[in-house]
């Protein structure tokens, strides 16, 4: 399969091509936006099966090189950032993208979700309804587009708050994120003068989901989400 791998840091990339050309992908690489659109203009060429995109480019901001790239085609798109907080994830996948990779991330992973991406890619699934957006633990389905919640297919109203505390815990579950972590990246602010907000927060969540076992207080460190077991 032939893969865009747009990434202006040429070890990060040479290091990369090497993993995935083991992997049997034949890597071009573009260092920046406008490289990476020349690219992907139609050729006499087998088309990609996707587009790995770092968003911090020389030229363009990977978020509008995206909705470029979006505007033109339907190939899959994997973001790959630094930026790990749940407002820029929702962004990137506003935008289109199929899939959102935190840096540094485990190379098993990336893998992994590349050919999760090509394979819905190739099986012509309406990539507008953007699966990869959605989270689902068990009973619990989270749309990231939409803002949607529903458990055992009953929508949740959740407010604004509450849906991005449970979308930052839903990206990675079983790990302890702590206070400070939350509130930095929710509530966009420090520590003082939030009081007792998220406490009040995380019981909102347990009661409206009515699964009181999902979140779990991690006495003196934070909270994290336990996936129910179906
Ligand atoms: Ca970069």
Partial sequence: MRLLL?????????????????HGFKVVHARSGEEALQALLPADKEPFGVVLLDLGLPDQDGYE??????????????????????????????LGADDYVVKPYDTGELLARIHAVARRGTTGEDTGANPAAALLLGPVRIELPTRRVSVEDQEVQLTRKEFDLLALLAQRPGVVFRREQ????????????TGRTLEVHVASLRSKLRLPALIETVRGVGYRLVPPSR
């Avoid at 939350?182 to 003068?193: D, H, K, L, Q």
């Fill in 65 to 94: 090189v995206c909705g470029k790239i979006r505007k033109r085609s339907a190939i899959p798109v994997i973001m790959v950032t630094a930026r790990a907080d749940v407002r820029s994830r929702i962004h990137g996948l506003n």
């Fill in 182 to 193: 939350i509130i930095s990246e929710v509530w966009r602010t420090s520590w003082e003068g």
């Fill in 6 to 22: 747009v990434e202006d840091d040429d070890h990060v990339a040479a290091a990369l091509s090497a993993v995935l050309a083991r």
